[in-house]
Each structure stands twice: as C-alpha cells, then as structure tokens.
C-alpha cells in the first residue's frame, strides 16, 4: 500500500511539473507607424487650410488601404468632404475628427 501512495504521489508530481518548464516564445509585435495623413492632419486642424497638404493626405491614405482597406476608405470619403469644405473653423473640426481615428 506504500508502494502504491509513492507511486502516485510521484506521479502527480512529474505531470505537475512537466508543464511548468515549457514556455512558448514570444514573438514581440511592432505596431506600424501612423501613416503621414496623421502628422498632415494635425497641421491642417491646427492651421484651418487644406491646401495642397490634401494630395499627399490623399495618397498617405490610398496607400493605407494595403493594411486597413476600411479605414482607409472611410477616410477617403471624409478627405473629399473636407476638400469642399471653406469655412476655417470647419476645416479644423472635420481634420482633428480624421486625424484621431488614424
């Protein structure tokens, strides 16, 4: 009956710590940088003209669409919202609103 406890306990024992000492890797992600459309955004928020910051704004995006085809879309559609619009203060409000969902 000994023989048989020892048995056991020496049992539960190794299959406790057989899972122990196995760890997995960990792969490190590096999230990807925000796209240019984000820096450029910003600075139209702050400054309230478009310009021609809007072309490169729009390729930063279009070239979004290989990681996140619905943002970028989205994003695409907003861009030419706010390509008509000509009110400062407008400009502003509809850039930061972009620029945060980068």
């Known amino acids: 009956m000994l023989r048989l406890g020892i048995s056991a ?11 122990c000492s196995s760890s997995l890797p960990s792969e ?13 955004l910003s600075d139209v928020a702050a400054s309230g003209e478009l310009g ?3 072309s490169s704004i729009r390729e930063s995006l279009e070239s979004l669409k290989a990681t996140d085809a619905a943002k970028a879309e989205a994003l ?17 409000a509809k850039a930061k609103s972009m620029a945060d969902k980068l």
């Open 76 to 92: 695409l559609k907003e861009l030419s919202e706010l390509e008509g619009l000509a009110d400062p203060g407008r400009i502003k």
């Open 52 to 54: 021609s910051a809007a």
């Open 9 to 19: 306990a020496m049992l539960l024992f190794l299959i406790g710590v057989s899972g």
């Open 28 to 40: 490190q992600v590096t999230p990807p940088a925000p796209p240019a459309a984000k820096s450029q």
